[in-house]
């Protein structure tokens, strides 16, 4: 069924946002993820004519490789009645034979020269990693990632791990993949979950491949059946862990890649949580050259491009930037160990003009902070200043953010 | 939201979500695909787009969706019926209560206040449209057509704004809205002032490729009973006019009856309340049940002690001059519907009754004023005939508004004007 919304509200006026990434042109920083929204031609060809600048497809490997999926395969951590707070999944790489892909890399760029294909890749031995940098190269990809990091462990030698937990097999692989791609860039993109990303960051750049995407989906247990023991996704009555993508993880991937970017000189491509033209913007900052997205479309669609688009032109305009790539890094230099943190004295302020009388502050304060709020007939709390030490509990509980910090 | 604004909100507005409470409501939204609070929109506001905007911090945007869509948009983020289109339809009020999208657009329109507006236009065609009347549907018209590349002549008596500029009282439209719409709109078109008759109009005709009529309806409906001529008692539109000009002129005295039962004789009521008369009773043929008023407004009314006399009419009007009483019929729903799907009201015998009155405000409804629109069809009920692309009997003459549908609402208007320059673009691009 056509909706006859469909395009008839006009999208917002949205400024030039292109700008070169690993030598391409890219229309804006919003890439599709790998995953379900990019395994067929149909949903990338109506993602590109709605304003994603690119996408990456959903990984592939070689003729052969067994790819046994097994349902349901996605589960959700809600969280206060927000629905796919987190998203778990235990899918595999592509059902689609190479064959599909390569036609599909060729179609794509046929149709949308201007759009950014990337052809995302995973195996075991040298030469089907090879072999696959090759067919794609050949069959007009722009980029190439691998992905070192599915949850459901890697193909080949060591079933159960992920190539980027061995700072040695990566460094190894992406020299391979590396030495394969003769025309095209290579993007590596690796796991979160690693004692020292550093470490595995510096491997890639070592191997020469051009680009880290960090960071994939974080393995994570999604939850438990209480009554039945069976956790998320339950597959009559056994499952396994799953990969949790969306706004759960976005703080770690925020740190993952400042940590990258504070070490690495080649680019980082940020995925990982993502889920507004906010949260790219902070991607960005901190030091990623464009953003992924996958868990926000598969909940709700293609159409949170216009926002992105709208969100990040206003945002740019307000700050005065002209290309996306102004904001990259931005926030790197705010960041120092706590041993070089400003030390200084600080004191909530309630704006008792905005207060609702909930007394949740009062609560918090008082079981979990330093019992510094009174409580009066009024029911509008008082700060006891001589108690409140700063710590910025109660402003985060307010529900009408009418606590904020003085400095004393 | 959450970003320093750059163009503070206007946060003193009364009735304008602050941005805590917009984040509140936007919140509750769960961004429907094909949702159907934009189907029922008339304009087809893109209402989830515009509250992920929200949402997301990404106000600017918001503004735009709902401005491109809704050339009044402030006017109907104050004035739209909330129980007639986007809520009743929202999905959210089959959990708890409908998402309060009106008051999220007009806090998304305001907040982007000092921020200019661009909507998307075509390079110019060389055509040129005229259309006359500069009340919701044709400066909805007007707006439409200038995005579409055509020059655009209005013709209008009197600064644009229609109704709600001449009528809908300031305590439900406060006027800054409103001029912000139109001021916002003024560049789109070259406006006209004077009073259209025959010849203008026949000029008109002949300079244009194309006209839309948006008129309105400017004539207040008599009662046809003896007392009508006397000096206080007033047609409802001349006495909201007259109320919002120069109120002071107005001597309505301390008791004053308006007859009629709709939201006109509700605004007309209050506006009598508010101007000082001490009471103010709304006679209506039929019943509560029957009233086509929105709560709101009723609820308004009683607020402001306004009395109801149900199932009574007026049959004379009795003074010398100026009102003393007005002699009242019992009525009572008959046996058969009218039109309207309403029981017939039939008189009572022998129950008539006095109410001594200092005015009487008749708001019986409005008919097309414009004698000087001849050689157009007209429907039974003397409104301009239109076909579903708003083409009247004249090959190029299209109309829209209460002008062909009687008394409506104001986004209702702007939804002809939109969706007869569609017509009206596809009329003159096909002429060549
Ligand atoms: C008291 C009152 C309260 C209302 N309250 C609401 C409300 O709360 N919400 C809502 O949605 N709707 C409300 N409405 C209805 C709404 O105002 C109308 O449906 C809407 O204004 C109709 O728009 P229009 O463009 O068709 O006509 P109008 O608004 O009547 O505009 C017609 C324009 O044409 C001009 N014109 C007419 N004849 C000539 C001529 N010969 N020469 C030059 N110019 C001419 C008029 O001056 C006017 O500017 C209310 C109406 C009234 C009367
Ligand atoms: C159902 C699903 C399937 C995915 N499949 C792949 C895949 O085949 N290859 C890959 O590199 N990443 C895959 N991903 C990971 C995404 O590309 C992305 O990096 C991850 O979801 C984190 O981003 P997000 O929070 O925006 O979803 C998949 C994610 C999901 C949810
Ligand atoms: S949490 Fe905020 S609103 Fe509630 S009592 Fe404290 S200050 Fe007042
Ligand atoms: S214009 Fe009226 S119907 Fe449309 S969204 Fe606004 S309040 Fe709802
Ligand atoms: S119907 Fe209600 S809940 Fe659904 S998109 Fe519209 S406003 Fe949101």
Redesign the interface.
């Known amino acids: ?1 056509k ?3 469909d395009g ?3 999208t ?2 949205v400024r030039d946002l292109s700008y070169e990434l690993l030598g391409i042109q890219i229309e804006n920083p919003f890439i599709l993820a790998a995953g379900p929204s990019t395994d067929d031609i149909d949903m990338v060809r109506r993602a590109f004519s709605m304003g994603w600048a690119g996408a990456v497809l959903k990984t592939t490997s070689v003729e052969g490789t067994r790819v046994d999926l097994a349902y349901p395969m996605i589960s959700s951590f809600n969280h206060d009645g927000k629905l796919l707070f987190g998203m778990g999944n235990i899918d595999l790489i592509s059902a689609h034979h190479i064959d599909r892909v390569e036609a599909t890399v060729r179609t794509l760029k046929t149709e949308f020269p201007g759009k950014l294909v990337a052809a995302s890749i995973m195996a075991g031995k040298k030469d089907d990693w090879q072999s696959l940098v090759g067919r794609l190269e050949n069959a007009g990809a722009d980029l190439i990632e691998c992905s070192f990091s599915c949850p459901q462990g890697n193909i080949g030698e060591d079933p159960g791990k992920m190539l980027a937990q061995s700072v040695a097999a990566t460094e190894l692989t992406a020299r391979w993949v590396k030495e394969a791609a003769r025309r095209i860039p290579v993007s590596i993109k690796i796991t979160p979950q690693v004692t020292d990303i550093v470490d595995v960051a510096r491997a890639v750049q070592r191997s020469g491949a051009d680009a880290l995407t960090a960071s994939n989906s974080v393995q994570a247990l999604m939850g438990i059946d209480i009554y039945s023991f069976v956790p998320n996704p339950p597959l009559a009555g056994k499952s396994t862990y799953s990969g949790l993508t969306g706004p759960a993880i976005k703080p770690m991937t925020l740190r993952t890649i400042a940590e990258i970017a504070r070490h690495v000189t080649i680019p980082v491509l940020g995925t990982g949580g993502a889920s ?3 949260d790219a913007v902070e991607f960005m900052s901190v030091g990623a050259r464009c953003v992924q997205f996958c868990t926000l479309v598969m909940h ?2 293609f ?2 491009i ?2 992105l688009r ?2 990040l ?3 740019m305009d ?1 700050m005065g930037f002209s290309s996306p790539l102004d904001i990259v890094g931005r926030a790197l230099p705010h960041l120092a160990v706590h041993d070089n943190l400003p030390r200084r004295v600080v004191r909530s302020v309630i704006d008792e003009s905005r207060c609702i009388g909930c007394e949740v502050c009062y609560v918090a304060c008082r079981d979990g902070g330093h019992a510094a709020i009174d409580r009066r007939e009024s029911r509008i709390p008082l700060v006891n200043p001589e108690r409140c030490v700063g710590c910025g509990l109660c402003p985060l509980v307010c529900p ?2 009418c606590i904020s910090l003085a400095e004393a | 939201m959450q970003r320093e604004e750059r163009t503070p909100p206007d946060k003193t507005a009364p009735g304008v979500f602050d941005d805590r409470r917009a984040q509140v409501e936007a919140e509750r939204c769960l961004y429907c695909f094909d949702a159907p609070c934009t189907s029922a929109c008339p304009v087809h506001i893109d209402i989830p787009a515009f509250i992920a905007m929200l949402r997301s911090g990404n106000a600017p945007g918001a503004a735009w969706l709902v401005r491109n869509a809704n050339a009044l948009a402030d006017t109907c983020g104050r004035i739209c019926p909330s129980e007639v289109y986007c809520q009743p339809a929202c999905t959210r009020g089959k959990q708890d209560a409908p998402v309060r999208i009106r008051e999220l657009h007009l806090y998304a329109t305001r907040s982007e206040r000092a921020r200019e507006f661009h909507p998307g236009t075509s390079p110019p065609t060389g055509k040129s449209v005229a259309v006359l009347g500069a009340g919701p549907a044709g400066l909805g018209c007007a707006f439409e057509l200038a995005k579409f590349g055509h020059h655009v002549d209005l013709y209008n008596d009197g600064p644009p704004g229609g109704v709600p500029l001449k009528s809908i009282p300031p305590f439900r439209l406060p006027e800054e809205d409103l001029v912000h719409d139109t001021g916002m709109l003024g560049r789109f078109f070259t406006a006209h002032d004077g009073t259209i008759d025959a010849p203008v109009f026949g000029g008109i005709t002949r300079n244009h490729d194309a006209l839309f009529i948006a008129v309105g309806l400017g004539r207040d409906r008599s009662l046809g009973i003896p007392g009508e001529e006397m000096e206080s008692v007033f047609p409802v539109l001349e006495f909201l006019e007259t109320a919002k000009k120069r109120p002071h002129t107005l001597r309505i005295g301390s008791r004053v009856i308006v007859v009629g039962g709709g939201n006109v004789s509700l605004d007309a009521a209050a506006t009598a309340r508010r101007l000082g008369a001490a009471e103010v009773t709304l006679l209506y043929r039929r019943g509560e049940q029957q009233m086509l008023v929105w709560s709101a407004e009723i609820r308004e009314a009683r607020r402001l002690g306004v009395e109801f006399r149900f199932h009574a009419k007026p049959f004379e009007i009795v003074g010398r001059g100026r009102v003393e009483s007005v002699k009242c019929r019992t009525m009572r729903p008959g046996g058969e519907n009218d039109d309207s799907g309403r029981p017939v009201p039939v008189e009572v015998p022998g129950a008539d009754f006095f109410l001594p009155a200092d005015s009487v405000i008749v708001a019986i409804g409005q008919d097309v004023s414009a004698d000087w629109l001849t050689g157009l069809s007209r429907t039974k009920k003397g409104f301009i005939s239109v076909d579903g692309k708003f083409q009247s009997s004249m090959a190029g003459v299209f109309a829209g508004g209460d002008a062909v549908s009687g008394e409506g609402t104001v986004v209702r208007s702007l939804a002809h004007g939109k969706q007869a320059a569609r017509a009206i673009h596809e009329y003159i691009m096909r002429k060549g």
Do not use: F, L, T
């Open positions: 069924m909706s006859e919304q008839a509200a006009g917002a006026p507004s033209w906010r709700h669609g159409r949170v216009d926002d709208s969100g032109s206003n945002y307000d009408e953010a």
